[in-house]
Structure formats: C-alpha cells, structure tokens
C-alpha cells in the first residue's frame, strides 16, 4: 500500500556518456530506486453530485490515490466532471488519475469505497425522510461495488447516515471495522467552527467530540471540549453553549434552508477524505463514526457514533471515555432514534 518516500535531491545537469564513474552513478540509482513499490492506492467514490465530486476532486489534488473512479448512473455526469478534474493535475503537480464511469468494472479493485449517491434533502426534509428512498439506492449501489472490491474499505456519506451504514454492513456482509459512517467528523467539525466563531479563536486550538446517531438527537459533548487546552465552560456562558449545541444539530438544515436548493457539501466531503486518508497514512486518528456497536457505551445491535481509532486496518477500536448520567442517557435515546428506523428496512 505504501511506497518509500523518496529523498528530493538538487536537480543537476547529468550527461550519458558511459564512463566508468556514470555506471557506478546508474548503479547507485538502481540500488536506491530499483526496489521501490510504486504507491498503488485506488479509492472509488459513488455519486458524481456536489459531496461526491468534491471528495473526489479533493483525494486526486491532495495525491492520497494513484487513482480515483468517480460513479454515477448520470450519463456523462461522472465522465464531464473527472475529466475536469484530470485536466487540473498539470497544473497543480498530482499524478492522480481520474476515471468517470456509468458502471461499475471500473472500479475493481478498489482500496476505499466512499458512498455519496442518494437523494439530497430538501427544505423541510428532515434526514429521516430519505430513508427509504436512500435504503434501495445505497444497498444497490454497495451491492455491486462490493462484487468487485470485496476487501475494500466502506466509508458511507448517504443519508440518514446512521441507517444507511447498517445498510451497507448488512449488504456485504464485512466484519464491522471495515464498514464506518462519516457522520461524527462532520459534526463535530461543525461544532468546532461554532465554538471558533463564537470565542474568535482559530478552530485548529479547539478539540471536541460530537457522538450519537447524524441527525436532530446527536450528542456534542461540552463537558470534554477544550479551546487550547482549556475547558470551554471557562471562556463561554452556559446559555452560549447550549445555542451552539443547538445550532450544532440543526447544522445541516440551516444550509439547506440557506440553499435553498441542494444540501451541504464541502464540509461532508472533507470529512469523509480526512477518513480515507486516516486509512491510507495508518494515522491512528481518534475521530467520532458511526460503527456497529456491540456492548459499547452500554449500547448493542445499533450503528452509532462514537470515538474510533481510525487506522490502517479501518476502524482499530472503539474508544470508550466515561459519560455523565445525562450524557449516556442522551446516546441512548439517539441510538434508539438510530434502532427505531433500521426496524423499519425489513428488506434488509
């Protein structure tokens, strides 16, 4: 998967005359270059609309693949886009390749999946309301990718979030720290941009966690949140800090309210790549997913968020931290939102 980082030398003019001393040079290339494993990194992403391209856009400009398949039944949508994309590499100095594709042979072979594909909330939509809708297209879509890239990773993007990751665990059948939901980075990233908006702080010194099923129940945690080290109950009213906990679960609807068509889109593609990127660098991140929790927080047979370490191996292991009373009954009551509606995909 990985390949060695190779030292950048100065560049000098070399001529090719066949001296002794240029093959003991090409000796000494051959020795330090010869064995070197080309980084082969495939990531496929579902879903060519605004969360789909963006992510795509932003693995092959950050280079975190050799290449990227970008799918969607759109006709041309996915081949327009990517190819725009590949056009762009020249200038900003990535090899990545970037395919657009209607079906799915493409993709074989993948190392990541990232599924984005389903219907975007409309205003007065709550996430729940595109359940059924989202069930039979992610549980399609996940069907087919996994035909083809059985030991990939599943990152899942469609909403509702929480549901939609039990979908796809369920379709392929992967042992659970292969299958993860985006929701907690993104909402906790939310979260943490409130705070820095609020204390006029840059939001790198802000460290949060958002836990609990992607919807109106999500769970933010003041009590573990700190701004450079510091508790945010030092620096911020508690009247303050319920309005941004509030304004933390109704992140999504205010910009699709904002919108007016459409639904959020830089910041879920961000985080679904800070995912994807965790797995291809080992980072060993503690980042809040949604996993299929098996005793847990005293939670099972659900998919919820809470902290992972995400490496490597996709999801290394839960990592547990002791609630309040409050805390543990508000992730209880999410999860049971969360169990609530996978009940009704009898189907799956």
Known sequence: MHGKTLRKFPKKHVTCELTHHSIQSTAFFMYFFGNVTRFTMKITVIGAGNVGATAAQKIAYDELAHEVVLVDVIEDLPQG???DMFQAMPILGSDTRVIGTNTYEPTAGSDIVIMTAGLARKP??????LLFKNADIVQSCIERAYALSPNAFFIIVSNPLDVMTYVALKTTGLPRHKVIGMAGVLDTARYRT??????GVSVEDITAFVLGGHGDTMVPLPRFTTVAGVPLAELMPQDRIDAIVKRTANGGAEIVSLLKTGSAYYAPS???VEMAECIIKDKRRILPCAVWLEGEYG???VVCGVPIILGKNGMERIFEIKLSADEQAALAKSADDVRSNIAKLTNV
């Open 81 to 83: 886009k990517s190819l």
């Open 270 to 272: 961000a985080a679904a």
């Open 194 to 199: 409130f705070i820095a908006m609020e204390l």
């Open 299 to 301: 939670l099972r047979d």
């Open 124 to 129: 007065g939509m709550s996430r729940d309301d």
